[in-house]
């Protein structure tokens, strides 16, 4: 039995924005949720998941008219530590990075633990020390000492 050649999927070039590359798979909705897109402000986005690669699989972001600032580009590497930055200006690469994992991260994480003094009532900020391991980040927390390093994005705030 012949087989059916697969057609190819072609995603539009942007002409200014940024594309972010070699995203750990299956985490493109938590890199969508942490630009919060969309909103009533967003451009054209594009979104390719479980794309095949020289290392595995990944999954693309494209955001058309947004470059990214520092902020979200370190959450973006809790759940993506493999991940690169593309600025595109007028369809070209004007500058390409790879994601820093920052030492610390306060105010972005809710801790795992329901009874942690970041959990109360209590005026106080989460605080993470991140150590990353490869393709993995563990985060420990430095009131209680619990860690999370499964489903990062799920408790991103």
Known sequence: ME??????????????????DHITAGQALNVLNILNIPNPSSGVVSIIINAPSVHGIKDVVKIEGRELNVE????????APKATINIIRNFEVSGKTHV???E????????????????????????????????????????CERTISEDIGNHLL
């Open 3 to 20: 087989e059916t050649p697969i057609p190819e999927i072609r995603v539009h070039p942007i002409r200014n924005g940024t594309v972010i």
């Open 72 to 79: 979200e580009v370190d959450r973006i590497s809790l759940i």
């Open 100 to 102: 820093h994992i920052p």
């Open 104 to 143: 610390k991260v306060s105010g972005v994480v809710k801790c795992i633990n329901p009874n942690c003094i970041s959990n109360s009532n209590e005026p106080v900020t989460s605080r993470f020390t991140v150590k990353p391991d490869g393709r993995k980040i563990t985060l420990r927390c430095s009131y």
